[in-house]
């Protein structure tokens, strides 16, 4: 794994941090600047947690700073795209077109940040996902029922006890329907899962997807992402 993905790692564990506590994260993030050096990846992770804490006016400094250390233009972009929007004092919500392929992934990707009760590698493989998502859609869409697996395997240990057995090994499919039995997911979550599972088989064989037609799916991931976001 290349540096740059070890930091986007590490600074996404200090996001968490610091969305929790302040000063313990500042600590952290300490610890990778003086590790990592002066980092725009490091940069766009305490920009998103002083907004998540509701300090914009730092947040603000530090997606500036992010843009400016950014050496690729696509992360240009994207720390440009924070400063301009906590800039105008605008929300997650009230920037984004539900319509616009383009526009969705960009608000999922904020969101995601912003879902800091998430797994660190289940916000990781999603992130990452998600910036790839306008070239290499079907693989986002495999990572995607990567992440749903995940996260039932880590909240719901009993649930994969239960979806298994020795012939087979786990059935993420057995597993979301002995969620809804049980009583742990809405019948809405349950079908939103289902449809990222049949997404995700589906990618692995045939890498032939058009992503403005597959929004649907952008937001069946944000519904799954904000359950287990919302799970204490």
Not at 162 to 187: M, P, T, V
Request: aromatic share 14%.
């Amino acid at each position: 794994m290349s540096t740059w993905r070890e930091i986007w790692k590490d600074s996404l564990k200090a996001n968490r941090i610091m969305s929790a506590d302040e000063q313990e994260g500042l600590a952290e993030f300490d610890k990778l600047y003086k590790f990592y050096g002066d980092d725009g990846m490091i940069h766009y992770a305490v920009a998103a947690a002083w907004e998540y804490r509701g300090n914009y006016a730092k947040s603000v400094e530090e997606y500036s700073l992010a843009e400016k250390l950014f050496p690729a233009k696509h992360w240009k972009d994207v720390a440009h795209a924070s400063l301009e929007r906590v800039s105008s004092h605008k929300s997650t919500e009230a920037n984004y077109d539900a319509d616009s392929f383009e526009s969705l992934i960009w608000y999922s990707f904020q969101k995601v940040y912003e879902f800091v009760n998430l797994d660190d590698i289940v916000r990781y493989v999603c992130l990452s996902a998600l910036a790839r998502a306008d070239s290499e859609w079907p693989l986002s869409l495999v990572d995607f029922r990567t992440v749903l697996e995940l996260q039932i395997k880590t909240v719901f240990p009993g649930i994969v006890k239960d979806a298994s057995n020795n012939e087979r090994g786990f059935s993420l499919f057995e597993a979301i329907n002995e969620l809804e039995k049980q009583g742990y997911i809405s019948s809405e979550i349950k079908s939103a899962m289902h449809k990222i599972r049949i997404a995700g088989n589906v990618a692995t064989h045939e890498f032939c997807f058009d992503p403005v037609q597959d929004i649907p799916n952008i937001k069946n991931l944000l519904r799954i992402l904000k359950f287990f976001n919302e799970i204490k």
